[in-house]
Structure formats: structure tokens, C-alpha cells
């Protein structure tokens, strides 16, 4: 018998006789199907196998390494902002664009704490005519709470809006590429209901909206994880006390902006404390959270019902 004769043949192809072997599993391959490695060479079904066994690289955070390097949350949340955006200047008329006035949408959905009449007399409940449809809209105190989410998403004119997109972008593809997708957006509505919150204990006779409480938490969310990660964060400070200095001097929400800034401190040190080989408890730290801020709410609410017998 010669060599040629004896010779194995290519597990893949039959026809071919071969010489080379799988490292892992030791099937003959020919040259077609030898995958290079580390030593020697591999089969097509070795490679793969070992694909579907290889732990995915996390970050610092716990996010898979690859996961947020689109920014593909943070330009969800900015379309979500241009589209409630344009439902107001749809309901309230072109002048909605440039003026900083409550219109109907602001009226059914921002966050009004408790309405009052022009005698003092406080007003639970809001009526409000949209898109033709009638309707009574309670303030969070008479138990829409939904304001509290809705308001982070509308705007005042589009000089309010293009300023905290521009921050939200800035900001929150850095973050989102650090965090992951996951726990950015948990620590971004945070941050916002953080600001609601303060808006709720300390403005409740106003009405507010606007992504900017979400927005100053993510300055605080950013200088906690560039303390983790070892950055430099002067540009952060420089940037947030101009935008501090700004809502004092043109009288923006102090309440809203500084709450969803403590907001964002608090999301970031959840994060940034947490060991590295206990990164679930990240979830954990959200809850309370969220559990601390609804229990604020409700309390803010107890208050306000003894003090204006709201029915």
C-alpha cells in the first residue's frame, strides 16, 4: 500500500487527502479548512464552539465592551424629545416654536405639582382641550403621577429644546459607551425623576418640563465616572457651573436642575462604589433609589392633601 493510498482525508471534504489535524479535536483538515490558532491550527466546528463558549469582554461597569459604542439610546431619547416637540407646535400653532408659554400639551402632561385659580383657591384637576378631545388632566398631587415621567419630555420653545439636546448629546454618548445601554437609561430617567421630585416638594404651584433635570444628572453621572475611570473632569466642572449660573440668572427650575444633579451624583455613586464582582447589586441600588423617590412623592402628596384637602 503506498502513502498516497494510506494518506487521511479532510472531514469536510472526502476527497482530499491531508495531513493537517484539528488541535482541539484532532479531524484531519485540509488547507481550505485549517483556521490559524494560537498553536497549529483549528477546525471550522473548534472555532466555532469556542465563539459560543467565549465570555463576552465587560466593561468597568458591567456592560458588554461593545455595547453603546453607537449611542443608539441616547439618539432614541433625543428623538423622543423632538417628537413631543412637534406635537406641541401641532397642538398649539407655529408660535409654539419660539414661545417660552405653557401650551394645551404643557397643560396635560408637564409636571404641575398642584394647579391654583387666580384667587389662590387650589385646582386639583386641569381641564384640557387637545387635538379637539376634551378632557380633565389631574396634577401629580391628585394622582397623575405620570406627569413626573411625561414632563421630562417637553419643552418650552425651541431655544429650550436645542439646548438640552446639544448637553444630552455631548454628554450621553460618552456615558452611554462607559455604562452600557442598560444602565445609562436607568440612570438617565433617574436623574429626571430625581428632578421631578425636588419640583414636587419645592415648586409644586409651577409649571415645569424639560429634559434638563435628566440632563444636569448626567453632569453629575459623568464626574463620578470620570473619578472612577481616573479623567480629568475640569471641562465638566467649567460647564456645569456656567449652566448653574445660568438657571440662577434667568430664574430656570433651581429645584428641577439641582434635584436631578444630586439625582445623577447618587446614580453614579451607585455605580462607581459597587465592587467590581458584584456589579448586579447595581440593580439593587436603583431600586432603592426609586423606591426613596416614590416614597418622597407619596409623602409630598400626604402634605399637600392635609394642607389643601385636595379630594
Known amino acids: ?3 498516497e493510498q494510506s494518506a ?5 471534504h472526502r476527497n482530499r487527502q491531508t ?5 482541539r479535536c484532532d479531524k484531519p483538515i485540509c488547507a481550505d479548512c485549517r483556521i490559524d490558532a494560537p498553536v497549529g491550527f483549528q477546525c471550522p466546528d473548534c472555532v466555532a464552539a469556542g465563539r459560543r463558549t467565549m465570555r463576552q469582554t465587560r466593561n468597568s461597569f458591567g456592560g458588554g465592551a461593545r455595547a453603546g459604542t453607537t449611542g443608539t439610546v441616547t439618539k432614541v431619547l433625543i428623538g423622543a424629545n423632538v417628537v413631543a416637540f412637534i406635537l406641541t407646535v401641532l397642538s398649539a400653532g407655529v408660535g409654539a416654536i419660539v414661545s417660552p408659554g405653557a401650551t394645551e400639551m404643557h397643560l396635560a402632561f408637564a409636571e404641575i405639582g398642584l394647579g391654583f385659580s387666580q384667587f389662590g383657591a387650589p385646582v386639583p384637576e386641569i381641564p384640557v382641550s387637545l387635538f379637539g378631545v376634551d378632557f380633565i388632566s389631574p396634577t401629580v398631587s391628585a394622582g397623575g403621577y405620570y406627569r413626573m415621567v411625561t414632563a421630562m419630555f417637553l ?3 425651541i431655544i429650550h429644546l436645542l439646548f438640552n439636546m446639544v448637553v444630552l448629546w455631548m454628554l450621553g454618548r460618552v456615558l452611554e459607551r462607559d455604562l452600557g445601554p442598560a444602565r445609562y437609561l436607568t440612570a438617565y430617567m433617574l436623574s429626571g425623576l430625581a ?7 419645592f415648586s409644586f404651584g409651577t409649571t415645569t418640563a424639560g429634559a434638563s433635570g435628566a440632563v444636569y444628572g448626567l453632569f453629575g453621572l459623568m464626574i463620578m465616572v470620570n473619578r472612577k475611570l481616573r479623567r480629568d473632569n475640569q471641562g465638566i466642572y467649567v460647564l456645569l457651573g456656567l449652566n448653574l449660573v445660568m438657571t440662577v440668572m434667568f430664574q430656570f427650575s433651581f429645584a428641577g436642575h439641582v434635584g436631578g444633579l444630586i439625582g445623577g451624583l447618587i446614580c453614579g455613586a451607585i455605580l462607581t462604589f459597587t465592587p467590581r464582582k458584584q456589579r448586579a447589586l447595581h440593580w439593587v441600588g436603583f431600586a432603592l433609589f426609586l423606591v426613596v423617590l416614590a416614597a418622597i412623592t407619596f409623602f409630598q402628596t400626604g402634605v399637600l392633601d392635609n394642607q389643601y384637602d385636595i379630594v
Do not use: E, I, K, Q
Not at 495531513?19 to 488541535?23: A, D, G, I, S, T
Open 1 to 3: 500500500m503506498s502513502d
Open 8 to 12: 487521511p482525508t479532510c472531514y469536510r
Open 19 to 23: 495531513y493537517l489535524r484539528c488541535v
Open 155 to 157: 419643552h418650552f420653545g
Open 195 to 201: 428632578g421631578s421630585v425636588a419640583v414636587y416638594l
